[in-house]
């Protein structure tokens, strides 16, 4: 049979907590001590209002920044592509090296040429 072990701990559930960093971002902060907590780089806490609009801003800001990355290497790929098959390689060993997916190009020599002059 096993007792459970008194301790000095307070019996209440986690309290949460919302801060705002001055470097911009956020932190979510759940507490079981019963304390305020103490932040571990420069900022303060806020309301979960406050938490929540500047998170909402923070997903945002995230999204569009994975879709700029995801558009340049779309574009990156397909030039690639296209300077690989203007060289004369096979389409399927082009889109193998360059990495494009996307649908063939209508006029890969003219594209190709474009991409090469871009460079």
């Known amino acids: 049979m096993t007792f459970p072990i008194p ?38 806490l806020v309301d979960e209002a406050e938490y929540t609009s500047r998170a909402e801003e923070l997903k945002a800001a995230n999204e569009a920044y994975v879709a700029q990355l995801q558009a340049e290497d779309e574009q990156r790929t397909r030039e690639d ?4 098959r203007a060289a004369g390689v096979p389409e399927a060993t082009a ?10 190009p209508e006029e890969p020599q003219a594209a190709a040429a474009t991409a090469t002059a871009k460079k």
């Open 95 to 104: 889109r193998r090296m360059s990495g494009y997916t996307g649908p063939e």
């Open 81 to 84: 592509y296209l300077a690989l």
């Open 7 to 44: 301790t000095d701990e307070p019996e209440t559930g986690p309290v949460t907590y919302w801060a705002l960093y001055e470097d911009g971002s956020a932190g979510l902060i759940k507490s079981t001590t019963g304390e305020e907590p103490v932040l571990t780089k420069p900022g303060r």
